[in-house]
């Protein structure tokens, strides 16, 4: 198999797994994957990522905060800004790029690939960033939002950033083509403190379950059992 047919395989599993436009450009996804220091050994092949990036790193910054915005009704302005500071944080975008396997599709030069630069937070963060941009220019911002979703923020420590039943929504339509459904599957305790029990299912599977205190909240729980079992 060649190289640049291994290559765009590659590039084609990560619109699938990634859940980036199904039209997405792969010579832009290209873009985004390639270090400064690969392009500068590649001058007529190649253009780094940085302006995918720079676009991505504002496409981002207000995904984060209309999501926080949206999911935490009464945060104030200082707890929204910290929350979001640390979504967008080198180390936490770092750890999204990781989670994807970026780190052996992006191209770089023989130093910096000799330095371990794959494996650079700063490195996997620039290109989660480009991947942002990229996502944007070809699905506009419902296609960025729904990559930042599906990658990053149902994967934040409490999930706060994001409606869970929302983001399991979109990645079940992504994934499977279908819209998760809710049932209740025990009820229990006096009237006066119900404990409320309920399974998601996608089609014939089971996906999670959880329980609350309400039935929106039980819903909201299994979805993100639901998301954390998802692969």
């Known amino acids: 198999m060649s190289h640049d047919l291994a290559r765009k395989r590659a590039l084609r599993e990560l619109v699938r797994r990634a859940h980036l436009p199904a039209r997405a450009d792969l010579d832009l996804l290209n873009v985004a994957l390639t270090h400064e220091s690969y392009a500068s050994e590649h001058p ?3 253009a780094s990522n940085e302006r995918l990036e720079y676009l991505g790193d504002a496409v981002l ?22 929350m979001r500071a640390s979504l967008i ?27 371990g630069g794959a494996q650079r ?12 941009g990229a996502a944007f220019e070809t699905g506009g911002m419902d ?29 079940a339509q992504a994934k499977f083509k279908k819209t998760p459904h809710y049932a209740l599957t025990a009820q229990t305790g006096p009237p006066h403190a119900r404990v409320f029990t309920v399974a998601v299912h996608v089609g014939e599977r089971t ?10 909240q039980a819903q909201s729980n299994a979805a ?7 692969p």
């Open 44 to 46: 007529t092949e190649a």
């Open 207 to 216: 996906l999670g379950s959880g329980s609350g205190s309400t039935k929106k």
């Open 143 to 171: 296609g960025a939002r729904r990559f930042v979703r599906s990658n990053h923020l149902v994967h934040s420590p409490s999930s706060e950033a994001t409606d869970p039943k929302t983001a399991l929504q979109e990645l």
């Open 89 to 115: 944080s080198r180390a936490a975008l770092a750890r999204a790029a990781e989670r994807l396997g970026l780190g052996p599709l992006i191209r770089l030069g023989r130093g910096e690939k000799a330095a």
């Open 121 to 132: 937070p700063s490195v996997l963060a620039d290109a989660f960033e480009a991947l942002v």
């Open 61 to 82: 910054g207000a995904i984060v905060a209309h999501e926080l915005f949206s999911a935490q009704p009464n945060a104030r302005e200082g707890r929204l800004s910290r």
């Open 224 to 230: 993100r059992e639901a998301l954390a079992n998802l």
